[in-house]
């Protein structure tokens, strides 16, 4: 049974770094596509990177690209989201699970099988 469960989500500064990470179990992480999603309050959950089995290639929305990075470890079946340079407007409960249209776009990206999210909350 696949299972994400995701760590590394803290309350920081502006202008801070984080690491988030997300543990798989039951599948090898290198033979999913699996993707970085992120909701807030009142709002829609929608993905915002996403690692393409085999390749590592990653695909990133517009609104993290240059400051986010999406990377993965098969020895520890881990993928990770480094954010640098964090502003308040990325505060939200981030969440990693399969991407079901296979990291084609940012806003295409349809989730299943989530993790239970990890809050980041960025303060100016």
């Known amino acids: 049974q696949l299972q994400f469960v995701e760590s590394g989500g803290a309350s920081v500064q502006s202008g801070a770094s984080l690491r988030l990470s997300c543990v798989a179990s039951?599948?090898?992480?290198?033979?999913?596509?699996i993707g970085w999603f992120r909701q807030v309050p009142g709002k829609e959950r929608g993905g915002i990177s996403c690692i393409d089995k085999g390749n590592r290639d990653t695909i990133y929305a517009d609104s993290v690209k240059g400051r986010f990075t999406m990377s993965r470890d098969n020895a520890r079946n881990t993928v990770y989201l480094n954010m640098d340079s964090l502003e308040p407007e990325v505060t939200a409960v981030y969440f990693c699970?399969?991407?079901?249209?296979?990291?084609?776009?940012?806003?295409?990206?349809?989730?299943?099988?989530w993790g239970p999210g990890t809050q980041v909350t960025v303060t100016a």
């Open positions: 039951g599948s090898a992480v290198n033979d999913l596509y």
């Open positions: 699970a399969l991407d079901r249209e296979y990291c084609l776009t940012s806003k295409t990206m349809i989730g299943k099988k």
